[in-house]
């Protein structure tokens, strides 16, 4: 574990305390568009800023709320609440994402937290994926579930033809809504779907915590799986779809 990660679990052990004491009504308040083009809520803001001072020495951040904050060689692409929409409906599946490219363009640490629960994980690259408790202090790599019954399929809501074809393959998923969040149990589930606009905010850090699975990264999807031939079957699907669409154009 370097300082950056050591960094990140510091951030996010502050964040957890201060919604473990209560959300109060000024963290519902919603403002401005921010830089990943969704309405930043005051929760959003409070969780951005403290990342900026425990990451701010480390580079230049790039958040999904305010855009670019600070210079450095480096880059920190952030997302201060992922799942912000469930945070805010209190509801227990949301959590923060950090990813750190070094001036090379290289990808240097990936840390995913599930605020909602405590486990934190992270990976270095060519190194095992972590996965520990805040406050705990004891990272180990994560257990597996070989027998998964369910994958992931995060905007599903907006995607009712894929849903109806998934269901007739007996594909069945959860849509829990907070793609970083997803690809950091990746390891747990059959799949991990996302169909919708990439943006990178969403997918830097849990996409480098799938480092070994099967992935497909498309303009407007996003496939991981353990199992090569589950993610075939779902990008057949995909393509189906597309052809009767322009089928009917």
């Known amino acids: 574990m370097n300082d950056f990660i050591q960094a990140c679990i510091a951030a996010n052990e502050e964040i957890a305390e201060a919604i473990a004491q209560g959300l109060d009504d000024v963290h519902f308040e919603m403002t401005d568009v ?17 990342f900026v001072k425990h990451l701010g020495g480390f580079g230049q951040i790039e958040s999904e709320e305010s855009g670019i904050i600070g210079e450095g060689d480096a880059k920190i692409i952030l997302d201060p609440i992922d799942g ?25 640490a990936a840390v995913v937290c599930n605020l909602a629960n405590g486990e934190l994980f992270y990976r270095i690259p060519g190194q095992p994926l972590m996965c520990g408790r805040l406050f705990a202090k004891v990272y180990l790599p994560p257990s597996s579930a070989p027998s998964a019954q369910i994958g992931l399929f995060e905007k599903a809501y907006a995607n009712p033809a894929l849903v109806a074809l998934l269901a007739a393959s007996d594909l069945k998923f959860r849509s829990p809504g907070a793609i970083a969040l997803s690809l950091a149990y990746a390891h747990t589930v059959r799949f991990v779907l996302f169909v919708g606009a990439f943006r990178i905010y969403d997918f830097a850090a849990g996409l480098a915590l799938c480092e070994g699975f099967e992935v497909v990264v ?11 031939n589950v993610l075939r079957r779902i990008e057949g699907l995909i393509t189906e779809i597309k052809n009767a669409q322009q089928e009917e154009e």
């Not at 921010?34 to 800023?49: C, P, W």
């Not at 001036?103 to 240097?108: H, R």
């Open 34 to 50: 921010g830089a990943g083009g969704d309405v930043s809520s005051r929760l959003d803001l409070f969780a951005e800023s403290v």
């Open 218 to 228: 498309e303009q407007d999807y996003v496939i991981v799986s353990h199992d090569k």
């Open 84 to 108: 912000s929409s469930n945070a805010l409906s209190l509801f227990p599946y949301y959590g923060t994402s950090v990813a750190c490219i070094n001036a090379d363009g290289i990808l240097d």
